[in-house]
């Protein structure tokens, strides 16, 4: 019985000799920084596009996400503070996110050159209300790139927006305050005899029912 502590610290030191190196090896994962708040991929802050000679600006961004941004706009969710921006090319990007909810949102780019960002993606992720930081190099071509949350819904309910690089090559579609969706959210009246019925009767019961609050109030408010 007197071994049984020592074989139970035995079992922990070696739980922890197999588990650690593998921590640690995610953690300091070429392209990806990971903790308890969250989670950074494909930073870039020295890496120039192979079309660009130096970095022509350098532009601090402070994005934040959240709940109490889409009341700006009709039907949405969530959205981020603001749905667009502008940059120079071959500009380097600051960017620090802040999560002002307390669930799940990311900062994802698309359509970036994959030998730099793998997946064409870069991508910040916050578990909950907080901020991360990270910088990116985007390439000289006049374009737009797709910025969204990929949560389940979050970008249908408004967490979607565009970075232009010179201007861009157009507007996305569904941008909130931006742009129209592709194919809007149609809700037709069903016109059927029992709506117009309905209908009929609510219009009638809205012109009678001030007369006969008023004769009540009258019949009520004579002298005895
Ligand atoms: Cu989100």
């Excluded at 190196?21 to 308890?36: C, F, G, R, T």
């Excluded at 022509?56 to 994005?63: F, Q």
């Amino acid at each position: 019985m007197k071994k049984l502590p020592l074989i139970v610290v035995l079992a922990i030191a070696m739980q922890a000799l197999t588990y650690w190196p593998a921590a640690l090896a995610d953690m300091s994962h070429h392209h990806m920084l990971m903790d308890e708040r969250g989670m950074v991929m494909n930073a870039n802050s020295d890496k120039l596009p192979q079309d660009c000679q130096a970095i022509s600006e350098t532009v601090d961004l402070t994005i934040h996400a959240g709940q109490k941004h889409a009341l700006a706009f009709n039907g949405k969710m969530f959205a981020f503070d603001q749905q667009q921006w502008d940059v120079k090319p071959c500009a380097k990007i600051n960017i620090t996110f802040i999560n002002d909810d307390h669930i799940r949102h990311q900062l994802m780019i698309h359509g970036l050159p994959g030998y730099l960002y793998p997946d064409g993606m870069f991508h910040l992720e916050l578990y909950g209300a907080g901020e991360l930081k990270a910088s990116l190099i985007v390439p000289s071509q006049k374009k737009t790139y797709l910025v969204h949350c990929e949560l389940p819904q979050h970008m249908e309910k408004g967490m979607k927006a565009q970075l232009k690089v010179a201007g861009g090559d157009g507007d996305l579609p569904s941008i909130p305050g931006i742009s129209a969706p592709i194919k809007a959210d149609h809700y037709a009246i069903d016109w059927q005899q029992s709506t117009l019925f309905i209908l009929l009767v609510c219009i009638i019961a809205g012109l009678l029912l001030p007369f006969i609050a008023v004769t009540l109030i009258k019949s009520k408010s004579k002298p005895l």
